[in-house]
């Protein structure tokens, strides 16, 4: 197979992680201790999805009364249009329900929603939920799932991630509240640091830095390490783990309003480094190559690891940009026009990607002057 046909396969086969019941349950538990409120009287759209089965429909069907939700809207890619071929089954839930057509069974996308008690045993539940065949094949880009993106109230999915960049832009254009996994490297995409610049976006409570298993789909080829990552992590079988996975919101969560214990330039260097820290070749910036090695004094610019939004905190830092970023604007004078990538050097050495920040209190100080 020629090398772009095994990335295609590659990207094709990432489509179909299936996120884990755990997983969803820890990061909502992070939005609703933050505000017990936060899905009350809200209709809930979750896109991407297999309703029949996807556990971010379960886990909000289950929810429904506890969350105080107006609605769930739930839809699904018809299996005609996915890209990974798997041997898919209608399930019995569709066969036996007289609206079962086998045609629309896999041309087109299914809707399933929940609104009221359907079963009248006097709660709603995932036993309420209603289902039909959407007109079209459920395309997230389609007019038809727009209309419900543009009805709902907050969009929350594991999007397919060979179409990350596209989902994002689709979402944040309908300015609705989100919350959807993605790779930590989608940071430095022209689509996205942007709207994490400007504190549109940040990253999820949980899951990030961490390994986030996923299922997939019966005998789908696993790496034996991620195999074994994710068995020791008690998911055996058709399991896979995603390293740099991680939640992309812009609901508000209380992590991200916790400051970063620091410690001052001279203990960093007395206790930890044992050496001053580097300034970049061509970049008027120190480098910090540990999180826990930003200084709590330096009040120039700082370079860090990317894994550092994981901790940030809109109140404590600033973010300036970041290297290898995918847009000019954001590379803060890096910007090669030849090779179009921005890479901080130190010694000439290329450092990995690293976002520039600032600490706050400068800002302030300078505001303060100004009033
Ligand atoms: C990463 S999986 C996640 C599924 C589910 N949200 C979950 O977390 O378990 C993404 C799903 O989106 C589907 N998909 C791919 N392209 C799509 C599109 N253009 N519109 C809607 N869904 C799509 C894939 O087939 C796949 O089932």
């Not at 105080?68 to 299996?79: D, M």
């Not at 994490?196 to 997939?216: C, H, P, Q, R, Y």
């Not at 200084?295 to 940030?312: A, E, H, N, R, T």
């Amino acid at each position: 197979m020629a090398n772009s046909n095994l990335t295609n396969a590659k990207r094709a086969k990432n489509d179909e992680f299936y996120t884990q019941y755990h997983d969803i349950e820890k990061e909502i538990g992070a939005y609703l201790e933050f505000n017990p409120d936060v899905f009350r009287g809200k209709t809930v759209l979750l896109p991407c999805d297999d309703p029949e089965w996807s556990n971010f429909t379960k886990f909000f069907a289950q929810n429904f009364e506890r969350f105080g939700l107006k609605k769930l809207t739930s839809t699904s890619y018809a299996e005609n249009s996915k890209i990974y071929k798997t041997d898919y089954q209608p399930s019995l839930l569709e066969t036996n329900d007289p609206q079962y057509d086998k045609d629309k069974a896999i041309e087109n996308g299914k809707i399933f929603s929940l609104m009221h008690d359907k079963s009248g045993d006097g709660k709603i539940d995932v036993d309420d939920l209603e289902w039909h065949y959407m007109e079209g094949d459920g395309d997230f880009k389609s007019d038809e799932v727009r209309k419900l993106r543009d009805e709902a109230d907050i969009i929350i999915t594991n999007p397919p991630f060979s179409l990350f960049r596209d989902f994002l832009s689709w979402v944040a254009e309908a300015d609705k509240q989100f919350l959807i996994i993605g790779n930590i490297n989608a940071i430095t995409y022209k689509e996205v640091f942007p709207l994490i610049k400007e504190n549109k976006v940040w990253l999820g409570a949980t899951g990030n830095g961490s390994d986030m298993v996923f299922s997939v789909p019966k005998g789908t080829e696993i790496d034996e390490k991620d195999r074994q990552k994710a068995a020791r992590l008690g998911y055996v079988g058709d399991y896979t783990r995603l390293g740099n996975s991680c939640w992309f919101t812009n609901l508000d969560h209380g992590r991200r309003h916790q400051p970063l214990p620091l410690m001052s330039t001279a203990d960093i260097i007395k206790f930890g480094t044992q050496k001053p820290f580097e300034t970049y070749d061509n970049y008027d910036a120190i480098e910090v190559s540990f999180v826990k090695y930003i200084p709590s004094d330096f009040d120039g610019v700082m370079g860090v690891p990317i894994s550092f939004l994981d901790k940030y905190s809109p109140e404590q830092f600033e973010i300036i940009g970041a290297t290898e970023s995918e847009g000019k604007g954001f590379s803060n004078g890096l910007w090669d026009e030849i090779s179009s990538v921005s890479q901080a050097l130190v010694k000439k050495e290329r450092v990995y990607k690293r976002i520039f920040i600032k600490h706050k209190k400068e800002k302030q100080y300078e505001n303060n002057l100004k009033n």
